[in-house]
């Protein structure tokens, strides 16, 4: 069956049909899977059946793996690549990472190399009344650039921003370890992605802790001003998850967040996959 890329007519996101992901794509499908990617920043599959290792497997079709902070504590067993992402505790445990991602952000923006993009494998999905919940939101950091006003655009140029690990509240605080493992690093405001050459806001709230040359007072105005810009409705794509999704985002071009609006006995089961990136340019 050839692939269909159908856009989800939001201002990112596709879904791909006439892939089974649990068998290895030819060279040539896999060219196709990977430039409808780059285009449309988020992608997905539907109706998939794969184990971790074929998760794995495909993930690696990418280039190299990256290691989530978080895998040193909940990953798959045999397969430390894969992060668990869930709500649901067993024996008084929590079996994975909980309210992960709630607020808007890029995945580990905080590294000197951010990952290139992040793989999410849906297991199991809340629903209520037979309406599901606990979807996730995509913003197009990449349409909301085209947006900006020249004068803006001018005052953005060449201007790096501060991200920093401990600037984000999360529901498990890291060890003060961790935090001296990721000290604050410095990357462009304005992305050129590395495959489209796309130019790409990338700022956002709590993770962005200053700009260069900047004072502090003045950028957390203009922090919160670009951030509040990159997800407004206009370049927003929510996802309603179903149990079997495959879905991609490239952490260039796009931010996301998850909505928490379920909690046990409703379960939501995910295995994340990470992508290895390269410094942003
Ligand atoms: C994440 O930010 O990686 C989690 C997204 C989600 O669980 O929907």
Request: with cysteine.
């Given at each position: 069956m050839p692939i269909e890329v159908i856009p989800t007519g939001a201002a990112l996101g596709a879904e791909i049909r006439g892939v089974d992901l649990a068998d290895p794509l030819s060279d040539e499908d896999f060219a196709a899977v990977d430039h409808a990617y780059n285009t449309h920043g988020v992608i997905f599959f539907r109706d998939q059946k794969?184990?971790?290792?074929?998760?794995?497997?495909?993930?690696?079709?990418?280039?190299?793996?990256?290691?989530?902070?978080?895998?040193e504590r909940w990953s798959v067993t045999g397969s430390p690549e894969i992060v668990v992402v869930s709500n649901i505790t067993e024996n008084g445990k929590p079996i994975g990472i909980r309210r992960a991602g709630e607020n808007w952000h890029s995945d580990m923006c905080y590294t000197a190399r951010p990952p290139r993009g992040t793989m999410l494998y849906a297991v199991e999905i809340p629903a209520l009344h037979g309406l599901t919940l606990g979807d996730t939101e995509f913003a197009s950091a990449a349409a909301a650039y085209d947006d900006l006003p020249d004068?803006?655009?001018q005052r953005l140029e060449g201007r790096k921003a501060v991200f920093d690990f401990a600037g984000r509240k999360r529901a498990f605080p890291p060890t003060a370890e961790e935090i001296a493992r990721n000290p604050p690093v410095r990357h462009p405001i304005v992305r050129t992605h590395p495959r489209t050459g796309r130019k790409c806001l990338?700022?956002?709230?709590?993770?962005?802790?200053?700009i260069e040359e900047i004072d502090q007072d003045e950028a957390e105005a203009l922090i919160a001003a670009l951030a509040d810009h990159i997800i407004k409705p206009a370049y927003v794509y929510r996802h309603v998850w179903r149990p079997g999704d495959l879905l991609l985002w490239d952490n260039c071009s796009a931010q996301h967040r998850a909505i928490q609006d379920y909690d046990m006995p409703l379960r939501r089961l995910m295995h994340r996959t990470t992508m290895g990136g390269a410094m942003p340019a």
């Open positions: 794969l184990s971790p290792p074929q998760q794995v497997a495909f993930t690696r079709r990418f280039g190299e793996i990256d290691y989530n902070i978080f895998g004068a803006m655009r990338y700022v956002m709230r709590d993770d962005c802790t200053a």
